[in-house]
C-alpha cells in the first residue's frame, strides 16, 4: 500500500497567527512536523493557503501545495491537495501541522489498522490515567471516545462519555477506562473523496467534530492506541513550554511530562 501523508498548514490563527513558522529550536514548527514523517510514509507535503508557508517548506527542501483559503476543515484541505498532488495513493494520512513531537509510531499504529481490507477511516485513541486527574478527563478541548470490541469508534464528544452511574465522578478514573483522541486521522483515497462531499451534520454542528459527520453518514472509523502524548502548539506559551522540552531532552535531562 502506499500512504500519502498530507500537513495542512494555514498562516491565520485566532490564539497564534503564524504559528507553522514560528521558530522552535532553531527550525520552524512545520519543519519539525514534516521531518518527523518524511521518511515513514511515501509521500509527504505541506497543504497551505498561504505563499509565506509554501516558501518556507521549500526552503527547507519539502514539497508545499497551494490550496483554497476557504476551506472549513483540514481534511477539505488534504483532499484538495490530494488532487493536485497527482500521487497514485491507497491511503491520505492528515497530520496535524502544530504537533511538531509526532511519534514515528503513532505514524506505524495508525497506517497498520488498514491491514484490515474493510478499515475506511483511521485514527488514534489514548487511555486516560487516574494520575490525569478528573479535570483532563471533564476538558471539553479533549474529546473523548467510545470504541466496540471490535475497535471501532461508536461515538465522540467533548463531553465525558460514559456516565458511570452510582459512581462518585472523581473516581470514574479508577473505574473505567476513558480514551482521549488524538487528532491523526487517515483515510482510504475513496472514502476522502466521498467525506468531502457531505454536508455538515447536525451532530457536528453541536459539537464542532467534523468526524461525526462521517459516523452520522455510516462510515466506520477503526481505532488504534498510542501511549505517547500529543504535544500541540496552540498559544506562544505552548511555543515556550516546547522550547523547554526540546533543551531538557537535548541536554538528556529527564525531563517532566510537558503539559501544553
Known amino acids: 500500500m502506499k500512504f500519502f501523508g498530507i500537513?495542512?498548514?494555514r498562516y491565520a490563527s485566532t490564539r497564534f497567527p503564524a504559528k507553522p513558522l514560528a521558530m522552535l529550536g532553531g527550525k520552524c514548527v512545520v519543519q519539525r512536523v514534516y521531518e518527523q514523517v518524511a521518511d515513514l510514509l511515501d509521500c509527504v507535503c505541506v497543504a497551505t493557503d498561504d505563499e509565506r508557508i509554501r516558501r518556507a517548506v521549500e526552503a527547507f527542501g519539502g514539497r508545499a501545495i497551494m490550496t483554497s483559503p476557504l476551506h472549513k476543515s483540514g481534511t477539505d484541505r488534504c483532499y484538495e491537495a490530494y488532487v493536485?498532488?497527482?500521487?497514485?495513493?491507497?491511503?491520505?494520512?492528515n497530520i496535524q501541522g502544530d504537533?511538531?513531537?509526532?511519534?514515528?509510531?503513532q505514524i506505524a499504529t495508525v497506517k497498520a489498522c488498514f491491514a484490515d481490507a474493510t478499515t475506511q477511516i483511521a485514527t488514534l485513541v489514548k487511555p486516560f490515567t487516574a494520575d490525569n486527574g478528573i479535570e483532563a478527563l471533564e476538558n471539553a478541548n479533549s474529546p473523548k471516545v467510545v470504541v466496540d470490541k471490535n475497535w471501532h469508534a461508536l461515538c465522540f464528544s467533548r463531553s465525558v462519555i460514559p456516565y458511570l452511574r452510582g459512581v462518585e465522578r472523581s473516581e470514574w478514573l479508577s473505574h473505567h477506562t476513558y480514551y482521549k483522541h488524538i487528532g491523526l486521522y487517515a483515510y482510504r483515497t475513496d472514502v476522502l473523496r466521498e467525506i468531502t462531499a457531505l454536508p455538515q451534520s447536525p451532530l457536528e454542528l453541536a459539537e464542532s467534530l467534523e468526524q461525526l459527520r462521517w459516523l452520522e453518514n455510516g462510515y466506520t472509523i477503526k481505532v488504534g492506541i498510542t501511549h505517547f502524548e500529543t504535544i500541540?502548539?496552540?498559544?506562544?506559551?505552548?511555543?515556550?513550554?516546547?522550547?523547554?522540552?526540546?533543551?531538557?531532552?537535548?541536554k538528556g535531562q529527564q525531563s517532566p511530562r510537558i503539559t501544553l
Open 99 to 105: 504537533e511538531p513531537f509526532i511519534q514515528p509510531s
Open 232 to 250: 500541540g502548539i496552540d498559544t506562544p506559551q505552548d511555543l515556550k513550554n516546547a522550547e523547554k522540552y526540546l533543551s531538557d531532552r537535548s
Open 7 to 9: 500537513i495542512p498548514a
Open 84 to 93: 493536485k498532488a497527482e500521487f497514485d495513493a491507497d491511503v491520505v494520512i
